[in-house]
């Protein structure tokens, strides 16, 4: 634990000079202030921003993830050399990333929602709520790209999985899902479909969001027939805890192949 915490901050020192964190704070800070602005109700805001959140975080994640871990070989390689575990290299390393991803989405959002706080109070537990799920989205997609990463030599291939896996996640999943429910309207697929949710990340994190607002019209199939199974407090509580689960899943994956990983 302790080589973890050391390695870790001096990712973090490494990881918070860099200028795209405070372009990436920056713009979740613009964009939720002038959505505040214009729309004004509190609710609204926290669904537009839903949207953007389940896009964007799991992209920068990805690709941030991709092309530091890829930089960091040298590096990694020379900590190799020294008495690390390899455990705690890989969680410094996948901390490091995912903790100033984590503080600047935080630090930008949730600085527009403080200077905005006469217009959340009311609906702070679903702004509470868009936060941690963005927090844990930013770790289950870190800890995914540095297990593509450590699983492929090349930069150029472990890039385009990585987008793959995000383009799979984001866009071409809920599709295929839309093609199962039209294929096989005929049978009862309630409970596929619910498996099916769990299975995406990103899925769940809608799922999440949406059970707050109890917004049925907008959560689509899976997200109504999450909420037909195991109702508000149910259906969150489920979908946080597969949400865990996806992170530490990851995690423990990724770190189980750099652990056998021939450098």
Known sequence: MRETLKLGRYQLRDLMRSKWLFAYSGFFFLVTFALFRFVGDGSKVAVSLMNLVLFIIPLVSTMLGTTYYYGSREFVELMLAQPIKRGSLFAGLCLGVSIPLVLSFLAGVGGAFLFCGSEVAQDLPAFLTLLVVGAVLTFIFVALAFL????????????????????????????????????????????????????????????????????????????????????????????????????????????????????
């Open 148 to 263: 593509v990463a450590v699983t492929n030599k090349d930069k150029a291939r472990g890039l385009g999985i990585s987008l793959l896996f995000w383009l799979v996640f984001s866009v071409i999943y809920d599709g295929l899902v839309l093609l199962a429910v039209v294929c096989f309207a005929d049978y009862p697929l309630e409970m596929p479909l619910l498996i099916l949710s769990i299975l995406n990340p990103i899925d769940l994190a809608r799922v999440l969001i949406l059970l707050k607002f109890d917004v049925s019209a907008l959560m689509g199939y899976t997200g109504a027939v999450f909420q037909q199974f195991f109702g508000s407090s149910w259906g969150i509580a489920i979908a946080l805890t597969s949400l865990v689960g996806w992170s530490v899943l990851t995690f423990i994956l990724g770190r189980s192949c750099f652990a056998r990983k021939d450098f």
